[in-house]
């Protein structure tokens, strides 16, 4: 049996799961899942709850098979940190009380921009890790969209000399104006759909980046090229999030291959390092245009539990970086958000 099929079987082996868990702990994509529950239901070693929900259990046979799986994968011993959730980093509580209080307001996710925010203490703990990377002191840092706020992260610590929030969505704008006036920061915020170059005063002028793109081949070039068109030279750094729920490894290897193209090496991946929570996000008017759950025949059985998370890449810049798209871009929205993988994003009319 091939590795995903004996990942499932082994997440299987102590009882019923609800497609929801099995999609927080799967380390493939969600198409992948789909594909893998089909073969291993035709098969006969899974079945499906009899009401078509989303409970998925062993059959006799997957019951047997699954003893003689060895206890590996999402399903054996976590080795990891209880206290730091396995990112070998401590926030500081100081942060966390502050972070929380001055982002109760934020603006909500809107379908139109495919938005999400991941757990406050994850936001937090990316700045920890920058820090410790030597990229948020005395470093002009960037953030290509922020619907996570690590822009207030970072200037409740005082440490950058220079922050700025490129963004489409006005509201952030309002948002962090208002932080600012409130709090003494000075995060500066530039409205600019990405589909057009960065303006002159942008370009080639920090030293760290932040982003976090959209999961189409199309859409991660565009946001990586916008990235590195505004990093200064060799030694700048960046930093963005990717899922495998939306990007299969086949996927991940073609932007492998546009990082390098762009003079941009990996340095490290914190897998699984970001959370969406589903009660803070409130998007449950979301889920209805999600093309997963017609192809997990699922409708109207929203999550049980977070599931939705992103590993965590920095990148560094080994000579002068090269985005490979340095014009206007034209792709339409269809063409930037949606392709056969990203099964968990929604459409732009959702209200």
Known sequence: MEKPGSLLLTLLRDGPRSLWDILSRWPYSIRELCETLERLQTEGWVERSSNQGTQIHLTERGREASRSLAIAGPEGEDFSCSACQ????????????????LTRERPLPVAEYDQGFMRSDDALARVAFMHRMGDVADRDIVLIGDDDLVSIALAITGWPRRIVVIDVDERLGAFLERVNREQGFVIE???????????????ASFDTFVTDPVETVPGFELFLSRAAASLRGRYAAGYFGLTTLEASLVKWHRLQQLLLRMNLVITDVLRDFSIYPERENRWERFYASYAMMSLFRIEGHLPDRDWYRSS????????????????????????????????????????
């Not at 990112?87 to 209080?101: I, N, Y």
């Open 189 to 203: 915020f530039r409205p600019l759909d990405i589909r057009r170059p960065l303006p002159p005063d942008l370009t």
């Open 86 to 101: 396995g990112k070998g980093l401590r926030v500081p509580e100081a942060w966390r009380r502050r972070f929380l209080e």
């Open 312 to 351: 965590f890449f920095r990148v560094e810049a080994i000579a002068a970086p090269q985005p490979t798209i340095l014009g206007e871009c034209t792709l339409s929205e269809t063409e930037l958000y949606f392709d056969e993988e990203t099964l968990a994003t929604p459409r732009p009319d959702v209200r």
